[in-house]
Nanobody, 131 residues
Framework: DVQLQASGGGLVQTGGSLRPSCAAS????????IGWFRQAPGNEREGVSC????????YYRDSVKGRFTISRDNAKNMVYLEMSSLRPEDTAVYHC????????????????????????WGKGTLVTVSA
């Protein structure tokens, strides 16, 4: 069975750091782009970042550039999202997802705010940033 499980969320103060991780199984991990998405209460799901299958290319939404870093370890089937300088507006449930479409197609869709159509989705982890 395909599984994507995010973990490592928590409660931090403004300016703090967290490092959620995403564990994958049941598919050929290094064939897939992995993305992080988030959804705050009452808001649409939005793309946060994604990383190419090899790990050589990354994408970030403007609001997290310079604060978040995505990485992956294909030997361990893991993806990480290093989050620093956290703000209350970063509060959300964070999900990871996997997709096999070409990289340029994925980042074009993410840049336009499209979050549908990813092949696999995992359960999320809650990140809460207090003011």
């Amino acid at each position: 069975d395909v599984q994507l499980q995010a973990s490592g969320g928590g409660l931090v103060q403004t300016g703090g750091s967290l490092r959620p991780s995403c564990a994958a199984s049941g598919f050929t991990f290094d064939d897939y782009v992995i993305g992080w998405f988030r959804q705050a209460p009452g808001n649409e799901r939005e793309g946060v970042s994604c990383i190419s299958s090899s790990g050589g290319s990354t994408y970030y939404r403007d609001s997290v550039k310079g604060r978040f870093t995505i990485s992956r370890d294909n030997a361990k089937n893991m993806v990480y999202l290093e989050m620093s300088s956290l703000r209350p507006e970063d509060t959300a449930v964070y999900h990871c997802a996997a997709d096999k479409r070409p990289w340029v197609s994925i980042i074009a869709r993410m840049g336009r705010g499209y979050h549908h159509g990813w092949d696999y989705w995992g359960k999320g982890t809650l990140v809460t940033v207090s003011a």
